[in-house]
């Protein structure tokens, strides 16, 4: 670009004298002229912008990018990224154990409204509608359910609206005496692994006939297979853009490392308290969920007991997993203010995932990437931090 502009700026001088020489400039005014152009251009430092503009130098330039967000599959290595249990039976606390792994795989630039999604509303469950005037009991409709739904890989549920009282329960949350008129059973269509086939939507409907004919109660389908699995897979394209982690590491100085009761000491001076998977936890006080986590960063993640009595950690990683956090813009910045706490207490640096030192423009950079993500959640109608969002993360 360098030598383009170059080019068209000699272009543009020699034409501007081409025209005051056809208009019969004076002489001594095309000296001037000339003497002043003649001269910058003799002083100019062509070695300096030729090396500007060399392939080694525009290369490097390239290579140099922002600190991005993290995939969890990079981040988790060889232990689960996401909290125990399935569906809505998730447990509350976000349970990642990374690794420091030399295969770890530098994290990608944020991919936001990827045009394969489209900009629809997304469509969480594939559901029938088991609807009927005479009431059933609990125990006899989950018992049908729970015979079938073993064939069933995703999570899967089976709401009833009570009688009296007309309150939709998830059945196995109810109490034994209820009893329910309309009945609602529903299945994931997709994580952040894989998304439901036709196999296993036709056995959901098996288990829809054996209800139906068990129950003596007329079956009404949300949509048919083959209008499901374009939206499951729309689903598995969405938490694959979205399944994604906010990571500051914090590194000790060259050849030292951080002594376990002072990790311990710093991170409990944080707010944070040693929770699921032996990892510190910053714990949400009005709901008790964990909004970023503080984990060992040396394989397998968590803190044990005896280490933290007497032993030595070579790293420290704080992360968060932004879809599952409520406003994770302003959660980003308390764990930010927390990292750089347990930074200045420990005598350590912070770093990104790739080992760069992390300076307050590209905290900047991170924070706009999570604002980036909460917003375009929104557009397709998952609000971070909320149940469809911990139920798909």
Request: proline share 6%; aromatic share 8%.
């Amino acid at each position: 670009m360098a030598l383009i502009m170059l080019g068209l700026v000699i272009l543009g001088v020699i034409a501007a004298l081409s025209f005051l020489k056809r208009r019969s400039t004076s002489a001594s005014w095309l000296a001037r002229l000339r003497s002043g152009i003649a001269s910058p251009v003799v002083n100019f430092r062509w070695p300096a912008a030729l090396n500007f503009v060399h392939p080694d130098r525009l290369v490097n330039r390239v290579r140099q990018r922002e600190p991005s967000l993290m995939a969890s599959h990079d981040f988790e290595g060889h232990a689960s990224a996401r909290p125990k249990g399935s569906g809505s039976k998730a447990a509350d606390q976000t349970t990642t154990t990374p690794v420091d792994s030399a295969d770890q795989h530098p994290s990608e630039p944020t991919r936001v409204l990827d045009s394969k999604i489209g900009s629809a509303p997304i469509k969480i469950d594939y559901w029938v509608r088991l609807p009927g005037q005479t009431p059933v009991t609990r125990d006899l409709a989950l018992s049908v359910f729970r015979e079938h739904e073993i064939n069933l890989s995703h999570p899967r549920a089976i709401h009833g609206r009570t009688e009296p009282g007309n309150a939709w329960l998830d059945l196995r949350d109810a109490s034994a005496g209820e009893i329910f008129t309309d009945l609602i059973i529903s299945v994931q269509m997709a994580d952040p692994d894989r998304c439901v086939d036709e196999s296993e939507l036709t056995r959901f409907n098996n288990l829809a006939y054996a209800l139906a004919e068990t129950l003596d109660r007329p079956l009404q389908f949300e949509s048919s297979i083959e209008e499901a699995l374009p939206e499951a897979a729309r689903l598995e394209r969405f938490c694959h853009e979205f399944d994604l982690l906010a990571v500051i590491n914090i590194e000790p100085e060259p050849g030292a490392g951080f002594s376990g009761p002072d990790v311990a000491r710093v991170a409990e001076r944080a707010g944070m308290r040693l929770g699921e998977q032996d990892i510190f936890h910053f714990f949400d006080s009005r709901t008790g969920v964990s909004r970023f986590g503080l984990a060992n960063r040396c394989e397998p993640g968590s803190f044990s007991y005896a280490d933290l009595e007497s032993g030595m950690f070579r790293g420290l990683a704080l992360f968060m997993n932004i879809p599952r956090v409520e406003h994770p813009t302003r959660t980003f910045t308390e764990l930010r203010s927390v990292a750089q706490y347990i930074s200045t207490e420990l005598n350590g640096s912070l770093v990104d995932p790739d080992g760069v030192i992390l300076s307050p423009v590209q905290f900047d950079s991170i924070r706009r990437q999570i604002q980036s993500i909460e917003s375009s959640m929104k557009k397709y109608g998952v609000e971070s931090g909320s149940d469809e969002a911990r139920r798909l993360f």
